[in-house]
């Protein structure tokens, strides 16, 4: 398996949430459970991006946050049906919703990958197309000899 690109740290999982609740929790189990939550957003990624990224916004940086903060609870017993604190299964899901669009290419992250052409936030390997069919909106072959309504000739 390739080497993972890690968009937070382990002490990124202490920030935004009740401190007492990583209280106790390795930070080879939070360096794991954000190269998980980085392999997942990868795949999301994939789609529109050519990975490795080579920059990636505070977007990404706080997807991979909280998924891995979830991954890190649910292996500690949190149940998230329980309704002790649902922000965090919200923020999860709103991770995935996020990931889901930029996959789709309705949403573009703040990143910039690694292809040859990439530009910061547009996707490098997203193919160009270009349509050299008519669509009838040119004067050329009017049958009146006029131009075309919205052409301007």
Known sequence: MPPVTAYAVAADLDTGINAAAMTGVPTQTKTDNIDAASRLIDSFLRAQFT???TQVGSDVKRACIHIATYYVLVGRGYNPDAGADPGI?????????LLSL?????????ITDSSPEAAEGRP??????ISSS???FSS????NGGGWPFTGS
Do not use: F, I
Not at 89 to 97: D, G, I, M, S, T
Not at 124 to 129: A, D, F, K, L, N
């Open 124 to 129: 490098g390997s997203r193919p160009t197309v």
């Open 102 to 110: 930029v996959s789709a290419g309705k949403a573009v992250p703040d």
């Open 51 to 53: 990975l490795p990224l």
């Open 89 to 97: 299964r919200q923020r999860y899901e709103e991770a995935l919703a």
């Open 134 to 136: 008519s669509r009838g």
């Open 140 to 143: 050329r072959g009017n049958p």
